[in-house]
């Protein structure tokens, strides 16, 4: 997905918490969260009171595989980052507060273990983690980067290393690794100053190697209450060894039916260990472990096992144990500062916590049975959402719902047909449902007369399957030479159904599988003209069939695999499908014949599937694109040039657009020109669909400009008017439009001709004759784009803190209030996504109820409460409502009630209205024409726009304000889209006004550091590398398909320019060439070009000349030129160069 453009996500969940089962656990320094990971690959982050009550906050979606480790990956309390990293050898590097992914990378092999460790390095210290997993060796990390710097290697039977603990010594400098490998060996190796500052990858031996015949090693851990004793616990036995030389102090076997997995030391002379089915014993060590004591290594040598240490206290597993899926996971964790809490957490594959507060007095002796710990808390998400009140709402739960039963029917398989605005909903009672997006969005989130009528919005219901629907398909979006009337879905009952989605009738059941459909695929567009028309099926009896739409028959049934199918590639040129199962074995199918070519295994089965890979085109999968209807694009994208790019030449601007739009075909993100596209995401499987809305802010501006320019005559989206957009945007629009369309649509007229083998005139034929009939089935009609605006604007507005406003809003605009806080996302770097839990809000409230001291109940943070919730979300929150309210503001008629929203047949009226918006009838729509009231609704945006961006902190409170970040601002000071640009502008300048001049005078000093160093000849970063962004079109043409290059690669993803690394100052330590070092020097110089162009009178000369740059003193050149020296001031010197680089 490109970061560039400003996406907002909006999740509902539904009732059912999502599957989590949790693989691993960390809490934070300061005890107030803890962060889980599962084996589906989300992490969960928890919010945790003072006295032990938690909370589920936020999900984050990024990893593809089972979290193995997660791990703190900074020192200080205020950035609070933690490292995590998956079986597929990714890691990702958090930011806890608001769940954005700051950095991600790849490597070859997975991690098990990582360790945070302080270098200090001269007078800086640096975050290094310290990696180990299957591999030989220990990885060395960079903290900020997650570059590897080197590795600790073993020269003596090198192994994999099961585990390892840090010991910080205060005696000396050095500090040491110890590890033990998976043979059973223990390893150690010295870290020293001069080992720290090396940056190549030489690699570091160990020390010494000693066998401590440890099979089976779970972890071992350093005392670090007496700083001289380790302890090793194996799977058998647990033991402990002086840190000093590792001779053995004293060791104790587990029961015959247990098996430990880990354990720490709570004190010098307590340790704690667990089994693998979740009970945990406290020991007190024997005083020959305890350097206080004067037995200390009295047994040493011995022969004989030591006595078995007495047991204090055990944590016996919960009396009401379900069959747990796999082993829970425990973790021991202690505060080093205020509250001094020892803590045992657990968490198991049901996704609950429990939390066990650990004493430290010891039972007075002597007690023959050990004290019975009690818990502390639990929870498990199911619980933490059936507790919510109202319920967290499905999106068509109002739809679902059976008299007599309490949930509503799960969905389990869902498509949103973007040129439509409809979301097409599968669910396990084997119905399907076609229902508006939006509609069904604001049923869901707002409050207003939608509520008193049952079975709002008007939707489609189609039966057919005799259970679950397991899969559903829209193949026209993925490939326009599909007929855009059929619907594909697969259910439990083996059965493949084809719909016609305008009529809604049965076209064709196809039943050639053995087992639930599990999966339903397009071929990619240079297959044979056969396969071609048909789409790929695949079922759970490990079967692959190619079913014809066209022929409405099986051509190829490939089914003899012996093991699940996971994976399916094409070789079109050889008229190959090719199958990967679980095996690791792959098939080679001919498409043709179905004859089976060829099945291997080994390496041979890998080379084949990248073979695939290298041979495969830029083809779109069904997951990666919903393309947007081939004619609708066109006409979408001319009109928007229309308002502005009349000085074009028309021939040009025609070739443009078909250039445009073959070249998005390959390489478009998900969100490619829809202002809204609902995905469905399931955490596994078993799960029914949780659904996420993405508005495009952008796409939303560029809809809502092309509808102005389009007057009088608004398009309407309905499965009719899709037929008559092109006919009836002829009509309209002034002549230059009329011969735009001529050009275009002779163009469509060819693409489709290739595209299609029908014959043109059936086609319009076939148009025709449609046309007549589904106008009698037609659902609601309505304008999506308004209503995609009226959805996004009435969820983005701080609703309750101006009164009269809030009035206005809901009267003359006509927005709606949010009835419960709602459930935002974050979409940060390559994808990676962190959604709000609907539980959210209990943590909100306490946070907000701490902060400000007084008892805040729920209704008192919907709609304002989410500018309290991180400063990533307000930053996001606040660009979206101020762009799209300066666009509406410049519109005619903006306003989301009146005839111009529906065309839909008046209804009767019904009786009652709600108190929360009065009833408006349709009888007196407001009239265009009046100009008064177009007055009065450009006053109501204008002053909307104006309460977010300038009055919001003042109304809202210090205390429940997380304030925008500059530099998430300042990345967006040249945005593409003007109303965006100018949306960060404006919200950069109140920013750095309101945070005065102490504020200011912090950010120069923060930033200065980043900024390139100037050698005789200024460099501007577009220079230093070597492509040059493109910069963005003048600011009065609306830039439409000018589509910067930045998409197509992740890197320059969000940020403005490459910076530049050449021209670093040579004193500097080796800067990694990360992404977010070339973000933060772009930032650095718009943030402080900014402060030095609007408050450079405040900026004092530095007082010494001679202080270091390092030293955060303000940058040379930024003060008032000194005396007679005529070098400009650095401050005017970037604005200048900036304004050059990036306006054409």
């Keep these: 997905m490109s970061g560039n453009n400003l996406v907002l996500p909006i999740v509902l969940w539904g009732r059912t918490a999502p599957t989590h089962c949790i693989s691993s656990l960390l809490v934070m320094d300061d005890f107030t969260t803890i962060i889980t990971g599962c084996h589906d690959g989300q992490i969960c982050l928890w ?13 984050l979606f990024g990893h593809t595989a089972s979290i193995t480790c997660l791990s703190k990956a900074s020192a200080s309390s205020d950035k609070q980052y933690i490292v995590s990293a998956s079986e597929s050898g990714e890691m990702c590097l958090w930011d806890v507060n608001d769940g954005r992914c700051i950095e991600f990378t790849k490597l070859a092999c997975a991690h098990t273990g990582i360790q945070f460790y302080l270098f200090t390095i001269g007078t800086q210290k640096e975050g290094r983690l310290l990696c180990n997993g299957h591999y030989p060796e220990i990885l060395v990390v960079d903290a900020t980067s997650l570059e590897v710097l080197y590795s600790l290697v073993s020269k003596i039977s090198p192994d994999w290393i099961s585990s390892m603990s840090i010991i910080r010594s205060h005696r000396t400098q050095e ?8 043979t059973g060996i223990l390893k150690v190796w010295m870290i020293t100053a001069e080992v720290s500052k090396m940056q190549d990858l030489d690699p570091i031996f160990e020390e010494e190697s000693k066998p401590i015949y440890c099979q089976g090693c779970q972890s071992i851990s350093f005392c670090s209450f007496t700083q001289s004793s380790l302890l090793v616990v194996c799977s058998k036995y647990w033991r402990v060894f002086d840190a000093g030389d590792y001779s053995l102090l004293c060791s104790v076997p587990s029961d015959s039916d247990q098996s430990w997995t880990g354990g720490e030391f709570i004190s010098a002379d307590k340790v704690i260990i667990w089994t693998e089915d979740g009970c945990s014993y406290i020991y007190k060590l024997p005083a020959s472990c305890q350097s206080a004591s004067e037995h200390f290594r009295s047994d040493v040598g011995r022969t004989k096992e030591g006595s078995i240490p007495p047991l204090i206290y055990s944590i016996a597993e919960r009396s009401d144990k379900q069959l747990l899926i796999c082993p829970p996971v425990t973790r021991f964790f202690f505060g080093r500062r205020e509250p001094f809490h020892k803590l045992l957490i657990q968490g198991d594959s049901a996704g609950r916590l429990s939390l066990w507060s650990v004493p430290d007095a010891t039972p007075p002796q002597p007690t023959t049975t050990p004290t019975e710990l009690q818990m502390s808390s639990t929870i498990s998400l199911q619980e933490a959402f059936d507790k919510l009140t109202p319920v967290s709402s499905g999106i068509i739960d109002q739809l679902s719902v059976l008299p007599n039963k309490q949930l509503p029917i799960k969905v389990t398989a869902s498509v949103y047909i973007p040129s439509q605005g409809r979301l097409v909903c599968g669910r396990e009672d084997g119905s399907i449902v076609l229902v ?20 709002w919005p008007p939707h489609r219901t189609l039966r057919g399957h005799r259970n679950k629907v397991t899969c559903v398909l829209y193949p026209y979006q993925v490939s326009p030479r599909y007929d855009q009337r059929s619907l594909v879905s697969g259910g439990v009952d083996f059965s493949v159904i084809v719909w ?13 599988h053995g087992g639930e459909i599990s999966q339903l695929i397009v071929p990619p567009e240079n297959c044979s003209t056969r396969v071609q028309h048909c789409v790929c099926s695949v079922a759970s009896d490990h079967s692959v069939g190619l079913l014809s739409l066209r022929e409405r028959k099986c051509i190829m049934l490939a089914s003899r695999h012996l093991f699940p199918i996971q994976v399916i590639k094409w070789r079109p ?44 085109p830029a083809t779109v999968d069904a997951l990666s694109h919903s393309a947007v209807n081939l004619k609708q694009a066109m006409t979408r994208r001319s009109l928007a040039a229309l308002k502005n790019m009349a000085q074009h030449k028309l021939q040009t601007l025609a070739t443009n657009l078909l250039a445009a739009d073959n070249a998005d075909k390959g390489n478009l993100p998900k969100y490619s020109h829809n202002a809204l596209v609902v995905q469905a995401m399931k955490t596994n499987l078993t799960d029914p669909d949780m659904h996420v809305l993405f508005f495009d802010v952008e796409a939303l501006i560029i809809q809502l400009l092309t509808e102005e320019a389009q007057r009088p005559n608004p398009t309407l989206v309905s499965p009719e008017t899709l037929q008559k957009s092109q006919a009836g945007a002829d009509k309209g629009g002034s002549f230059l439009a009329n011969k735009i369309f001529k050009q275009v649509k002779e163009t469509m007229k060819e693409t489709i001709k290739e595209h299609l083998l029908d014959e043109d005139e059936e086609e319009e034929e076939e148009m025709r004759r449609r046309e007549e009939k589904s106008k009698s089935l037609s659902l609601l009609e309505y304008n999506l784009t308004m209503d995609t605006a009226k959805l996004f604007m009435s969820c983005l507005h701080a609703w309750g803190l101006n009164e009269q406003l809030d ?20 979409i940060s770097r390559g994808g990676h996504m962190s959604l709000m839990l609907p539980t959210f809000k209990e943590s909100l409230l306490r946070q907000l109820s701490l902060a400000t001291g007084l008892k805040l109940a729920l209704s008192d943070i919907v709609g304002k409460g989410t500018y309290g919730v991180s400063r990533a979300v307000t930053t996001q929150h606040l660009l979206s409502a101020i762009s799209l309210a300066n666009t509406l503001m410049g519109m005619t008629n903006a306003t989301f009630v009146g005839e111009h929203m529906k065309k839909a047949p008046a209804r009767p009226p019904r009786p009652g209205g709600t108190p929360e918006s ?13 100009p008064a009231l177009q007055a009065q609704i450009k006053q109501g945006w204008s002053q909307l726009a104006a309460m977010h961006c300038v009055m919001l902190p003042d109304l809202l409170g210090l205390d429940k304000y997380r304030p925008p970040l500059l530099e998430m601002l300042a990345r967006r000071w040249q945005d593409r889209c003007l109303e965006v640009r100018e949306a960060a502008q404006a919200l950069l300048l109140a920013e750095l006004r309101r945070i005065g001049q102490s504020g200011r005078k912090d950010t120069v000093d923060a930033w200065a550091p980043y900024l390139p160093q100037y050698v005789d000849t200024v460099s501007s970063p577009g220079t230093a590398t070597e492509t040059p962004p493109q910069a963005p079109p003048p600011p009065e043409a609306q830039p439409v398909e000018t589509k910067a290059p930045e998409e197509e690669m992740d890197v320059t993803d969000d940020d403005i320019t490459a910076g530049c690394l050449s021209n670093l100052p040579p004193n500097a330590k080796k800067i990694s060439n990360s992404y977010e070092e070339r973000r933060k020097q772009a930032t650095a110089i718009v943030l402080l070009g900014v402060i030095g162009a609007e408050f450079g009178a405040e900026i004092e000369p530095p007082k010494g000349s001679a202080r270091a740059r390092a030293g955060g003193a303000v940058p040379e050149g930024f003060g008032p030129t000194s005396g007679g020296s005529s070098n400009y001031s650095l401050a005017r010197h970037t604005c200048k160069y900036r304004k050059d680089d990036l306006t054409p």
């Design 47 to 59: 919010d945790m009171t003072p006295e032990l009550q938690i909370c589920p906050r936020a999900m």
């Design 175 to 182: 500090d040491t690794v110890v590890a033990v490998s998976v």
């Design 436 to 455: 508006p997006a939006t509609q069904t969005a604001i049923v869901q989130l707002l409050q207003g007369e939608h509520m008193l009528r049952r079975g």
């Design 500 to 512: 016609d989605i305008f009529t809604g009738e049965m076209k064709h059941i196809f039943c050639v």
């Design 573 to 616: 040129a050889d008229d190959y499908l090719v199958v990967g199962c679980s095996d690791g074995s792959v098939y080679v199918w001919q498409m043709d014949t179905g004859a089976l070519d060829r099945c291997v295994m080994g390496i041979t089965a890998v080379e084949i599937l990248n073979a695939c890979d290298e041979l495969a």
């Design 807 to 826: 009035g206005i809003c809901l009267e003359r605009l006509g927005m709606l209030r949010p009835h419960c806080p709602i459930s935002f996302g974050l």
């Design 918 to 930: 009065p009833r408006r009838t349709p009888a007196a729509p407001p009239q265009p024409s009046n």
